[in-house]
């Protein structure tokens, strides 16, 4: 096993997620000072591209199963929304609108389902946060959670059928 530093720009990069096909990754960084999406290669063969752009920062990107679109999460409209990007057109689309946070978005393993965390409290100061399920497209919306408490970090099993999150009482 070996180590290898991937960027040395001096810019902050956070959450990568390698493209299904392993021949780049996405990540947030801080390029011209603001958090967007970067597609990055591994080898440092190509410059980095930026895939977003706006004020509000982006974070949290995922690639869908199939490598052609990427859902993250933006505060663009001045809110946490789960947003996804085609990559072929660059064309950004909202799918969630409450005014709440819903952010840490995860496509199903067959790219049909998004898993996201919202909180959207039922009181004010109420800590509740929890797992939402979603179409791909943003439809269908629902709630899986609804403990007392912090339900968040969702990850897929292999054939879709199961959810693991970590949940704090």
């Not at 403990?147 to 897929?156: E, K, L, Q, S, V």
């Amino acid at each position: 096993d070996q180590q290898r530093q991937l960027t040395n720009s001096g810019k902050y990069h956070r959450t990568p997620d390698w493209a299904p096909d392993g021949h780049s990754y996405v990540c947030v960084a801080n390029y011209d000072g603001n958090f967007d999406l970067w597609l990055m290669d591994p080898d440092g063969k190509r410059p980095p591209k930026q895939l977003t752009d706006y004020e509000g920062s982006d974070y949290s990107p995922r690639f869908s199963p199939n490598g052609r679109q990427i859902v993250f999460t933006s505060e663009r409209i001045g809110n946490d929304d789960i947003w996804i990007l085609e990559l072929a057109s660059g064309q950004a689309t909202r799918l969630t609108t409450p005014q709440a946070r819903d952010h840490s978005p995860a496509h199903s393993p067959d790219g049909s389902r998004i898993v996201f965390v919202a909180e959207r409290a039922q009181a004010l100061l109420d800590p509740n946060v929890d797992l939402y399920l979603m179409k791909s497209d943003g439809t269908d919306v629902r709630r899986l959670t609804s403990n007392a408490g912090i339900d968040r970090y969702a990850t897929w099993s292999p054939d879709g059928r199961w959810l693991l999150y970590a949940a704090s009482k």
